[in-house]
T-cell receptor
Framework: EDKVVQSPLSLVVHEGDTVTLNCSYE??????LLWYKQEKKAPTFLFML????IEKKSGRLSSILDKKELFSILNITATQTGDSAVYLC??????????FGQGTTLQVKP | EPEVTQTPSHQVTQMGQEVILRCVPI?????FYWYRQILGQKVEFLVS????????KSEIFDDQFSVERPDGSNFTLKIRSTKLEDSAMYFC????????????FGPGTRLTVT
C-alpha cells in the first residue's frame, strides 16, 4: 500500500529558530513530491520536487528530495509567527492522484 | 493571480439529501480533482477528471458520488444520498498538465450532514 509519513507530527519553536520537517514515502510509482502549507483551509502550494539532490528555494523556505532513500525535507529558517500552519507532504504516483501524509503542525511563538 | 474557487463555503444538509459542490478551476488547466479531509484526518483523494471523463477514482468514490463538467468553467461533485460520514471539508484542485503537474487547491466546502 502506498504511504507517506511525516515527522514530527507537531513542533513548537520560537521566532528566529530554524526547523526541519521530514517526509518519507513508499509508493509503487513516483512522479513528484509536493509540499503544501495549510493554514485555515486550503493547502497552499509551496514546492514540487522531481529530481534528487536539487534544492528548491523560496525565501526562507527550501526543500530537497532524496529518491534513493525515499524522503524529502522542508527547511524553514528564521521562523516567523506567520509560518505557523500545518505543512503537508504529498506524493504524485504518476497518475495525478496525490497521496498525503498526516501533516506536521508547526507553532511559532513570538 | 488565477485561483481555484469553490461554492458554497459551507453546506449543511440532512442525511439522505443530495448535495452538489461547485468548483471553478484555473482557466487554462486541463486536469481536475476532488479531495476530502475529515476533521483531524489526512487529505484523501476522491477522483481525477480529464478530457471529460474520470481518470481515476478511489474506493471512497462509490456510486453515491459523481462528477461533471457541465460547461467550460465549472466542475461539480454530486453526492446523491448523503450519510453522516460524508461530513468533511471537500477540496477541488486543478493542474495544467501541459507544463506542470502542480496541483492548486480551492478554499474548500465544509459539508455538514445532520
Amino acid at each position: 500500500e502506498d504511504k507517506v509519513v511525516q515527522s514530527p507530527l507537531s513542533l513548537v519553536v520560537h521566532e528566529g529558530d530554524t526547523v526541519t520537517l521530514n517526509c518519507s514515502y513508499e509508493v509503487t510509482n513516483f512522479r513528484s513530491l509536493l509540499w503544501y502549507k495549510q493554514e485555515k483551509k486550503a493547502p497552499t502550494f509551496l514546492f514540487m520536487l522531481t529530481s534528487s539532490g536539487i534544492e528548491k528555494k523560496s525565501g526562507r523556505l527550501s526543500s530537497i528530495l532524496d529518491k534513493k532513500e525515499l524522503f524529502s525535507i522542508l527547511n524553514i529558517t528564521a521562523t516567523q509567527t506567520g509560518d505557523s500552519a500545518v505543512y503537508l507532504c504529498a506524493v504524485d504516483g504518476n497518475t495525478g492522484k496525490l497521496i498525503f501524509g498526516q501533516g506536521t503542525t508547526l507553532q511559532v511563538k513570538p | 493571480e488565477p485561483e481555484v474557487t469553490q461554492t458554497p463555503s459551507h453546506q449543511v444538509t440532512q442525511m439522505g439529501q443530495e448535495v452538489i459542490l461547485r468548483c471553478v478551476p484555473i482557466s487554462n488547466h486541463l486536469y481536475f480533482y476532488w479531495y476530502r479531509q475529515i476533521l483531524g484526518q489526512k487529505v484523501e483523494f476522491l477522483v481525477s477528471f480529464y478530457n471529460n471523463e474520470i481518470s481515476e477514482k478511489s474506493e471512497i468514490f462509490d456510486d453515491q458520488f459523481s462528477v461533471e463538467r457541465p460547461d467550460g468553467s465549472n466542475f461539480t461533485l454530486k453526492i446523491r444520498s448523503t450519510k453522516l460520514e460524508d461530513s468533511a471539508m471537500y477540496f477541488c484542485a486543478s493542474s495544467s498538465g501541459t507544463y506542470s503537474y502542480e496541483q492548486y487547491f480551492g478554499p474548500g466546502t465544509r459539508l455538514t450532514v445532520t
